[in-house]
């Protein structure tokens, strides 16, 4: 496949084609398959990464991490605590600046602004590893671990379950309509996706062959090849607890909610999980369940993603 992805930012799949995300994906299994048989290129040697952190991280961070070392970079973690990233200093001056001394910038916070304003003005690629409006490195991750399982994307039942306006149904909503998947949102009517988006998303399912649904009955995931679900309160909004559990509650994935399906279908996560809440520990732990494939799948698609925009090879 002949893509070049040298220097592009990733902020968000709405600027990326199908092709570039296959590229992505195809570049994230020779990466993965080049790991596990001892065989590092070093494609990032002498490479120096920031990793911005305005929100805590497990994936996202130990990916990036891990990702750089395998490849020859030098990763330098900055908190919130460490710079003055639009506090002291205007964001677009710390761009300025970081871009100056590094490779590549990863940012994972709570504006898309911010991350927008970094690729703007420091001159290097940057990459979203999460705002409140987007997550697209997880979506990568998703994609590469759906094909491990069916071999495909186009025409892959699926199906997301909880706050369908949160950043992860955003983000599985533009890939979905981007690479053909047949995308259903099941949430209350009050956390249905932004009409705006929905509608933009629906313009390219029309060209990619996808389809987009929303639903607020969970008797819809019948022919689900996958059900989706993540946390019901994201960070930051932790005083609309009580109130997201109490509309929630009847769309929690339990064993009852995957036999609905009809058919074989895996679950997956984002992680972190709150077992007893979006999901029951039962399915979390049941054959069904692919979240670890997912978390590690995080680091060979982010490894993928700097390899491709940092290195002219």
């Known amino acids: ?58 994936r996202t961070r130990c990916s990036f991490v891990v990702a750089c070392n395998d490849e020859g970079a030098h990763p330098e973690f900055l908190s919130r605590s460490d710079i003055h990233l639009g506090g002291k200093e205007d964001t677009k001056d710390t761009a300025r600046v970081l871009g100056r001394m590094f490779d590549g910038i990863e940012f994972r916070g709570y504006s898309q602004k911010t991350v927008e304003t970094l690729a703007e003005y420091s001159g290097v690629p940057v990459w979203n590893g999460l705002t409140d409006e987007d997550h697209p490195t997880q979506v990568l991750a998703d994609f590469l671990t759906i094909i491990e399982n ?39 009517k009050e956390l249905f996706p932004d009409e705006v988006l929905k509608a933009q998303c629906d313009e390219w399912a029309k060209e990619s062959g996808g389809s987009i649904t929303v639903s607020d009955s969970v008797d819809d995931v019948k022919g689900s090849d996958v059900i989706y679900t993540d946390v019901w ?54 054959p069904a369940s692919v979240v670890f494939d997912e978390a590690e799948n995080r680091m060979h698609t982010i490894k993928a993603v700097m390899v491709a925009t940092l290195s002219s090879k």
Do not use: W
């Not at 709405?14 to 590092?40: Q, R, T, V």
């Not at 892959?156 to 259903?184: E, P, V």
């Not at 994201?234 to 769309?251: H, N, T």
């Open 1 to 58: 496949m002949s893509v070049n992805l040298y220097k592009r930012n990733f902020l968000t799949l709405k600027d990326y084609n199908k092709e570039e995300i296959m590229y992505l994906l195809e570049l994230s299994s020779e990466l993965k398959a080049k790991k596990k048989h001892g065989i590092f290129e070093r494609n990032l040697n002498n490479k120096n990464i920031a990793l911005i952190f305005e929100k805590n991280s497990t």
């Open 150 to 188: 069916f071999g495909k994307l186009e025409g892959i039942n699926l199906t997301y379950i909880g706050d369908g306006r949160n950043n992860m149904s955003n983000a599985l909503m533009i890939g979905s309509a981007k690479c053909g998947l047949n995308y259903k949102v099941i949430s209350p």
């Open 233 to 286: 309160v994201s960070m930051g909004e932790e005083d609309k607890k009580a109130e997201r559990f109490a509309l929630l509650s009847p769309y929690q994935v339990n064993s009852d909610l995957m036999e609905k399906t009809g058919t074989k279908t895996i679950f997956m996560h984002c992680l972190p999980a709150i077992k007893g809440a979006e999901v029951t520990e039962e399915v979390f732990e049941s």
